[in-house]
């Protein structure tokens, strides 16, 4: 008679904890995944949206581009939208300026204010800007608008994050 003869209370201790291990781990492996599955995601190729404004059709009047993009927090994705002001300077270099006023964060308009005709005009509290985006003394705001950086994408415009000057 063998002297590792296995007990009758000795089988259903392995048993049960290795049963019990294996449903543990079948309740705990999705709740990990679930957990960091944001963290192992790769991040976008780029980080430049694109738009369907042709970069030949962009002329010297400041246009008004929306665009929509998709928002990754954590586990929630949704979709976004955006707009630019877009215009080529006397240079013939595109500028891409952001619509929020500094100084409440309004959004502004290009020559809707008949009084300050080719501004950038913020209705909630009279804030103007001039065409390159410097703020007029003397309104609320008290910096410039911020300036997305961009890109040509087969034609297109595609933009990236709007900084501060
Ligand atoms: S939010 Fe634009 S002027 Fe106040």
């Known amino acids: 008679m063998s002297k590792n003869r296995v007990s009758r209370r000795q089988f259903l201790n392995?048993?049960?904890?290795?049963?019990?291990g294996f449903m543990?781990?079948?309740?705990?492996?999705?709740?990990?995944?679930?957990?960091?599955?944001p963290v192992l995601q790769a991040k976008g190729e780029s980080d430049?949206?694109?738009?369907?404004?042709?970069?030949?059709e962009i002329t010297t009047e400041p246009t008004r581009v929306d665009y929509t993009f998709e928002q990754v927090d954590?586990?929630?994705t949704s979709e976004e939208s955006g707009t630019a002001w877009v215009y080529k300077d006397d240079k013939g270099e595109i500028v891409a300026l952001s619509p929020v006023c500094k100084h409440l964060g309004c959004v502004v308009n290009w020559?809707?204010?008949?009084?300050?005709?080719?501004?950038?005009?913020?209705?909630?509290?009279?804030?103007?800007y001039k065409k390159d985006g410097m703020n007029v003394?003397?309104?609320?705001?008290?910096?410039?608008?911020?300036?997305?950086s961009f890109k040509e994408v087969d034609g297109f415009l595609y933009l990236g994050k709007a900084e501060p000057r």
């Open 14 to 20: 392995y048993t049960l904890t290795g049963v019990g």
């Open 24 to 37: 543990a781990a079948g309740m705990l492996m999705p709740m990990v995944r679930f957990a960091v599955d």
């Open 48 to 56: 430049f949206i694109p738009t369907k404004q042709k970069i030949d």
């Open 74 to 76: 954590a586990w929630y």
């Open 111 to 128: 020559d809707s204010d008949k009084s300050n005709p080719d501004h950038f005009y913020c209705p909630c509290h009279g804030g103007l």
């Open 137 to 148: 003394p003397g309104t609320p705001p008290i910096a410039p608008l911020d300036v997305f």
